[in-house]
């Protein structure tokens, strides 16, 4: 039987720390890969989010062919043990739930995601621009995130506490998905 590689998602809102808990990973997994979504530009993916959401959150209409034949390039690579997605639907893509193995959601509260969105996106902005990005989140970007927790978190195998250290987080990750694998 042929090694492939087992290949878990990592999501949460924005803000969550999906991000930097994939960095985190993929530096203490030996023999690991990262990809992220936010790397990718998808033909057709939907330009106004807030209405997409509204619309039902459909993750079909995105054409994820970019990413998944970038997975299945990886997955003919017989050193590599992990494929870690940094990655926002679970299994709710039809054709990307073919391919992973392991869902993980980070519940992080959504007042820890604005504060660290703020943090990480405008040190370097006026006081308007973030007044106005707080007035797009309330007036309609918080359903986004809450399309999130409706869509995602139950359609994921695993749930963590996005309140938890980036260590502890990493460390149940491992845990699980090791407990998962089988070699």
């Known amino acids: 039987m042929k090694h492939q590689p087992y290949i878990f998602a ?3 809102v924005s803000g969550g720390g999906k991000t930097t808990m994939t960095n985190r990973l993929s530096e203490l997994m030996k023999n690991s890969k990262a990809l992220y979504f936010d ?3 998808f033909e057709g993916e939907p330009e106004d989010i807030c209405k997409w959401v509204e619309d039902g959150s459909d993750s079909n209409q995105w054409n994820l062919l970019p990413l998944i034949r970038d997975i299945q390039s990886l997955m003919n690579e017989p050193e590599l043990d992990y494929i870690i997605l940094d990655y926002p639907f679970a299994y709710s ?3 990307m739930s073919n391919y992973i193995n392991l869902s993980i959601f980070v519940d992080t509260p959504l007042d820890i995601a604005m504060a660290r969105r703020i943090l990480r996106d405008y ?3 006026n006081i308007e621009e973030i007044k106005n990005d707080m007035m797009n989140y309330i007036n309609s970007g918080r359903l986004a995130y809450l399309g999130m927790l409706q869509t995602t978190k139950p359609n994921s195998d695993i749930i ?3 309140t938890l250290g980036l260590e502890e ?3 149940i990750i491992i845990k ?3 407990e998962r694998r089988t070699f």
């Open 10 to 12: 990592v999501s949460a």
């Open 39 to 41: 790397d990718y530009e």
């Open 93 to 95: 893509h039809n054709e």
């Open 123 to 125: 040190t370097e902005h």
């Open 160 to 162: 963590i506490d996005g």
């Open 169 to 171: 987080i990493v460390k």
């Open 176 to 178: 699980s998905v090791e």
